[in-house]
């Protein structure tokens, strides 16, 4: 809508008043273009409202929203300003989807991204050393109710469940559902979903709503009732137990019982069409649930995606960022960043995610860093949500590791 207003004063007409900044303050806010390998982008045209009512000035690095579909025009008519990676840096606040290192960031940065500091703790070696305030995303409080709008764990693993059924169908050489045609009938097609989390359970939405039968397991015995809600048949293993740690996230498990979990699932998946795995273990590599003697038993033309491929995979003989076929005739999909291959929908879910977060901070036309703020630091002890060891997404600042994040301090020694 064209704003039409403006303000009288002797001597003439002034132009109209600059909409959504705080008056005297404007925090300038960064978004840099991501690596050649990721084709997503931390902030989309949409959120310019949003991020300019809460008095951010934003610039954006040239071309960072090219490959998600999202023109530098697109930006500057939402009121951002399209500069150099250098401009881009040198604000005082950068929100990014990896981890863009520390060369060019002025001390006392603020740094939002998805830095998977267990993982990568010469990340925030760096950070320390070099004074940038570190908020990671993916260590979000996520059993907070407020923290579910910011979650981009949820969102980027909603997505990336989705992709995964659909990477299988293209790939499987049979149709999905039951069709009745004039030369036969054609029986819908087997669907493992392995691991019922937010990808899982999307997975198994998509593939119902594709018409496969859809099977699926998890090391939690509580996710039965989800996975039948979304249309899926729950796959009991004898012994299983509620396997999820405080946080939310599913504990490693004993050798013999990931053994036990493996041969009771790749039993059922041994005439499957489509196998799709997503056990992810937070801050550890994938375990393996789909071992090479498994693969060995699939039938020929059945498609695993395995879609932790990134951290090692949870099948054996995943190559990362390759489609392969075994000797046997099974094709094994290690498409290694998921919700790249759907950009323009991941990066917007993104971009809501971190400008509801970053707005959330801002108090007086400024970014506070606030230790009451339980998104930042965690839940206090004795509440509920509190997880022994673990903080929240501020992992370090005026150079020093966050005191509550002791699991991680041991990491980086």
Excluded at 206 to 225: C, F, M, P, Q
């Amino acid at each position: 809508m064209p704003n039409n207003f403006s303000i009288e004063i002797e001597g003439g007409i002034e132009e109209p008043p600059m909409v959504g900044r705080n008056i005297g303050v404007i925090m300038k806010l960064g978004v840099l273009k991501e690596p050649a390998d990721e084709t997503r982008v931390a902030i989309v045209p949409t959120s310019m409202k949003k991020l300019l009512k809460a008095g951010f000035e934003v610039i954006i690095e040239a071309g960072a929203g090219r490959l998600a579909n999202y023109s530098d025009q697109a930006y500057t008519d939402a009121g951002a300003t399209i500069g150099t990676r250098e401009e881009a840096l040198a604000c005082a606040n950068i929100i990014t989807i990896r981890f863009p290192g520390v060369s060019g960031l002025a001390e006392g940065t603020t740094l939002a991204c998805v830095s998977d500091p267990f993982r990568n703790p010469q990340h925030v070696k760096d950070c320390i050393k070099a004074n940038i305030t570190l908020l990671s995303m993916d260590m979000i409080p996520r059993r907070l109710s407020r923290a579910q709008s910011m979650d981009v764990n949820s969102s980027q693993d909603n997505l990336s469940g989705y992709k995964a059924v659909l990477l299988g169908a293209s790939q499987v050489p049979k149709g999905i559902p039951m069709m009745t045609t004039s030369a036969g009938t054609i029986r819908p097609a087997k669907v493992v979903i392995m691991g019922s989390g937010v990808a899982g359970l999307q997975a198994i939405a998509t593939a119902k709503r594709l018409g496969a039968i859809v099977y699926a397991s998890d090391v939690r015995k509580s996710a039965a009732e989800q996975i039948e809600s979304v249309g899926g048949r729950f796959i009991e293993v004898d012994g299983m137990d509620d396997f999820e740690d405080e946080a939310g996230y599913a504990k490693p498990l004993t050798p013999e019982f990931i053994q036990k979990v493996n041969d009771t699932v790749c039993g059922v998946a041994s005439d499957a069409d489509i196998i799709v795995t997503t056990a992810r273990i937070f801050g550890r590599p994938a375990p393996i649930t789909v071992p090479s003697s498994a693969v060995q038993n699939f039938k020929s033309g059945a498609v695993v995606v395995d879609m932790n491929a990134d951290v090692g995979g949870n099948c054996e003989d995943t190559v990362a960022g390759e489609v392969i076929t075994t000797d046997n005739g099974v094709i094994i999909v290690g498409t290694s960043n998921l919700p790249g291959t759907i950009a323009t929908t991941a990066s917007m879910l993104y971009s809501n995610n971190l400008t509801t977060f970053i707005t959330s901070l801002v108090d007086e036309g400024k970014v506070k860093i606030s230790e009451e703020d339980d998104i930042l630091v965690g839940a206090p002890e004795g509440s509920d949500f509190y997880v022994n060891g673990m903080g929240g997404v501020l992992i370090c600042k005026d150079g020093e590791l966050h005191p509550k994040q002791t699991r991680l301090g041991g990491a980086l020694e």
